[in-house]
């Protein structure tokens, strides 16, 4: 009876000593939220999304009030066409080629007629001292010779005018970036407004929101935050002597209460550092007090953060 009392003692004691299987931990699913804010304040004018929705890429999320930003915008355009409209009125005036070769032979004219003009006077001068016309004839012929001399004048300063290039050029860089500034404050008003309007910028499952239509809204502060799939993996701890097995892209299987199969996955963090065993793990036993935080990001998982897992090499 002694010696079967002290084999089953043996028994049990062994028993006590094996070692659980080292491939296989407990974990927890955790995710990776997409928080979604906007730059800048304002009321929450449109929520188009509830808690649990699921969002498709680019489809509004929330929006908040854009009296302002469309009012700027506004002012923005206005004033780009104003520097639009002033660029083309002095793009009008700058002399052509054709154009200068006109005035040029304007001048040309001007100069021929005034010679007639003076030549037509000293004859009628002379006529008139020895008597053949009376006074008048003369003055007539002395205001043609003024005219034409007037206009020779007015021709050479138009050719002087329109040879002027640096005043004009210069006007004309003024205006060009007039035009750029105004262009430049056009798409910075139109990114305001922009940013007043929030879209998904992945697909992804409405995790939560945090104001209803009609809250005032901090600049910054997020107001829906989204779960895309491939933002979910698993987080369990690995003591040190199953470390030098765990890798990065290491495949592994992951499996929970309810399913079917188990999840693939791959490791895509292992801790550099150790840690103690935290006073909540999802661990049936611990072996050593220093444990080493991996991460393993999962296919298809469907499974939620918080939920707990099993986590097996492949």
Request: glycine share 8%.
């Amino acid at each position: 009876m002694t010696r079967r009392l002290l084999i089953l003692f043996l028994g049990i004691n062994l028993s006590g000593c094996e070692k659980p299987a080292n491939d296989s931990w407990q974990g927890y699913i955790e995710g990776e939220f997409v928080l979604l804010a906007s730059p800048y304040a304002g009321q929450v004018q449109k929520l188009y999304v509830h808690r649990g929705d699921t969002v498709e890429l680019g489809k509004p999320v929330f929006a908040l009030e854009q009296e302002s930003e469309r009012a700027a915008r506004t002012e923005a355009e206005q004033r780009l066409r104003t520097s639009q409209a002033k660029l083309e009125n002095l793009q009008a005036t700058v002399r052509r080629k054709a154009e200068i070769e006109a005035l040029r032979a304007e001048i040309r004219q001007a100069r021929a007629a005034r010679e007639l003009a003076m030549s037509q006077y000293a004859q009628q001068e002379k006529l008139f001292r020895n008597g053949f016309i009376t006074q008048a004839r003369l003055d007539e012929a002395r205001a043609a010779r003024d005219r034409d001399v007037a206009r020779v004048v007015e021709t050479e300063a138009q050719l002087r005018t329109a040879l002027q290039p640096l005043g004009r050029e210069a006007e004309l860089r003024a205006a060009e970036g007039d035009i750029a500034a105004a262009q430049a404050a056009l798409a910075q008003a139109a990114w305001k407004l922009e940013q007043k309007s929030v879209a998904a910028p992945v697909s992804g499952l409405v995790q939560d929101t945090f104001f209803v239509e009609g809250e005032w809204v901090p600049a910054g502060r997020p107001v829906v935050s989204l779960l895309p799939p491939g933002n979910v993996k698993a987080r369990f701890y690995v003591p040190e002597a199953s470390l030098s097995g765990i890798a990065i892209g290491r495949q592994l299987q992951v499996g929970c209460d309810g399913c079917p199969a188990p999840i693939p996955g791959k490791v895509s963090f292992v801790s550099s550092q150790a840690e103690y065993t935290p006073p909540v793990l999802y661990s049936k036993e611990s072996r050593s007090k220093l444990m080493f935080l991996v991460e393993a990001r999962l296919e298809g998982s469907g499974l939620r953060p918080g939920q707990p897992v099993d986590v097996r090499l492949k």
